[in-house]
């Protein structure tokens, strides 16, 4: 009875050592998932895929981009993580943490190679929705690195300026966030698909300080 209960021990463990030999992507998702960075370290010591992905295309650096884990996408991208590498649905980390106004992670990818000519799926860049978004800090960031195209025009037919004022609420958060763009050298009479100017747009909505802000700036 004692050697039947041994070999059963002995197959069970052997099968559960198995299963984890066997899935060790699906145990690297899972950490850095989990935070868990002395793990994921090991095994990209041992040549594990740094660019590994999951089902729906997300990379681990996406992964750690969307818990805002800055520790695990610092070490990833020690390891060549590829921050332009997109998921299904076009995000990839460094439009992702722009879009999220991560800006700590936006500062690491813009230091790994982040491309300003990968687009997301709705072919804009990450200062758009960082300014849709008010996400200022990312604004002045990304509106003042060299080569960046402040006035890249999406899907929508908007750009960084557009959707600051179609999207955002006129308050003084938007209000920075446009003085920022126009600081930054915007420009600030692209129309969209109907032809209608962020101005126009502006005074539609009742946003009197963006309609001042405007105006102040094209008669200059």
Not at 40 to 50: H, S
Not at 123 to 148: D, Q, W, Y
Request: aromatic share 8%.
């Amino acid at each position: 009875m004692q050697h039947l209960i041994l070999l059963f021990s002995f197959i069970f463990l052997n099968s559960c050592n198995n299963d984890m030999n066997t899935h060790p992507q699906t145990n690297l998702l899972e950490a850095v998932q989990k935070n868990q960075l002395l793990f994921v370290e090991e095994e990209l010591k041992k040549g594990a895929n740094v660019n590994l992905t999951d089902k729906n295309g997300k990379s681990l650096l996406l992964i750690a981009t969307h818990n805002n884990n800055f520790e695990m996408a610092k070490l990833l991208v020690s390891y060549k993580a590829d921050v332009n590498q997109q998921d299904k649905i076009q995000d990839s980390p460094f439009l992702y943490a722009g879009a999220a106004g991560h800006l700590k992670l936006v500062q690491l990818y813009l230091s790994h190679g982040a491309r300003f000519d990968i687009f997301n799926r709705y072919n804009g860049t990450a200062l758009i929705p960082a300014s849709e978004r008010g996400h200022l800090e990312v604004v002045k960031l990304l509106a003042n690195t060299k080569g960046f195209p402040i006035d890249h025009v999406n899907r929508l037919g908007w750009t960084a300026l557009m959707e600051a004022v179609i999207l955002g609420d006129g308050s003084q958060k938007f209000v920075n966030v446009i003085q920022t763009l126009i600081d930054a050298g915007c420009n600030i009479n692209i129309a969209d698909h109907d032809k209608k100017t962020p101005l126009a747009h502006a005074k539609a909505k009742g946003y009197s300080d963006i309609v001042q802000l405007l105006e102040k700036t094209s008669k200059k």
